[in-house]
């Protein structure tokens, strides 16, 4: 597998993780930085999570990443920025932390690999795209993922 491919499988765990997530949120490509045998790709979530959703929101994408096959490696259970880590049988790691205002960040890194020019990703962010300049906080409002109200207890056992 060379950069290139590598890139490309860590842009298809970021789309499928982002497929389930419902309702789905607003995200921006963050920065791809590459190193002498890897890479690693970032997106940024625009909703804002709220501290009351946040255990729900990383919930969602802990049981996809388990269903999914991937191993849970840690969690970080700080109220204030919780965060998930796992790896990919063929040794991609994945991580998604909860930072400032309710933004959630995903990177996938991929393991070493032979070196290849790498391209920007081809999906297309569901918002405004800030690849290549700053990220703003969130500014994206949902009534279910912004809510201030605590998850229904139906919503925050399903699976």
């Known amino acids: 597998m060379d950069m290139q491919e590598a890139a490309e499988r860590a842009d298809s765990i970021l789309d499928g993780t982002f497929v389930a997530i419902r309702p789905e949120v607003r995200w ?9 045998c890897d890479l690693s790709r970032r997106r940024a ?42 790896k990919s049988a063929d040794g991609f790691g994945l991580r998604l932390s909860i930072a400032g205002k309710g933004q959630a960040f ?8 032979e070196q290849s020019a790498v391209a920007n990703p ?13 990220i703003p906080r969130p500014d994206v409002h949902d009534d279910f993922w912004s809510s201030k ?5 139906s ?3 399903a699976s």
């Open 106 to 113: 995903f990177e996938v890194a991929t393991p070493c690999v």
């Open 122 to 134: 081809t999906s297309q962010p569901n918002g405004p795209d800030y690849s290549g300049g700053p």
């Open 28 to 36: 921006t490509h963050g920065e791809t930085t590459v190193g002498s």
């Open 149 to 153: 109200a605590p998850l229904p207890t």
């Open 155 to 157: 919503s925050s056992s």
């Open 45 to 86: 979530v625009m909703t804002v999570i709220s501290e009351q959703r946040r255990g729900g929101f990383l919930g969602v994408v802990e049981r996809f990443w388990q269903k999914n096959g991937y191993e849970i490696t840690s969690v970080n259970s700080s109220e204030e920025f919780p965060a998930i880590y796992a």
